[in-house]
């Protein structure tokens, strides 16, 4: 009777046992993926970063040629103003000075004629 009882109660515990090791192995393997996963999203996380530097570096790099550019229009754009302004006071001057070539001309002319 107590024989059966012990063996009852042996047999009890070895199933137990069996499906604590079942659990456990469940357990070691789920966390395994668990820590696979994790590795994997730090991963991704550090390839995000460095995207994310790279494009910040170049928008930086972007900005400050865009900002460059803008002045060089600046410079261009007042050099154009200028150079419109001499050509206007020539083209004034030419204008000013045909009186006096067409005068000269006639005058060479009739002198030579």
């Known amino acids: 009777d107590v024989q ?4 009852s109660t042996r047999e009890q515990v070895g199933v137990r ?3 604590c090791k079942r ?8 966390e395994e993926e668990l820590r696979k996963e994790v590795m994997k999203s730090k ?3 550090r390839d995000t970063d460095m995207k994310i530097e790279k494009a910040e570096k170049k928008r930086r790099e972007e900005e400050e040629l865009c900002r460059k ?3 060089e229009i600046m410079q261009l ?5 200028q150079l419109e302004e001499e050509k206007e006071t020539e083209k004034h001057r030419i204008s000013k000075n045909y ?4 005068y000269l001309v006639l005058t060479w002319s009739a002198i030579w004629a």
């Open 69 to 71: 550019k803008d002045e």
């Open 17 to 19: 046992l069996q499906e």
């Open 99 to 102: 009186h006096c070539k067409q």
């Open 23 to 30: 659990k456990k192995s469940a357990f070691e393997t789920k």
């Open 4 to 7: 059966c009882e012990l063996k």
């Open 43 to 45: 991963q991704f996380i």
């Open 77 to 81: 754009s007042a050099q154009l103003q």
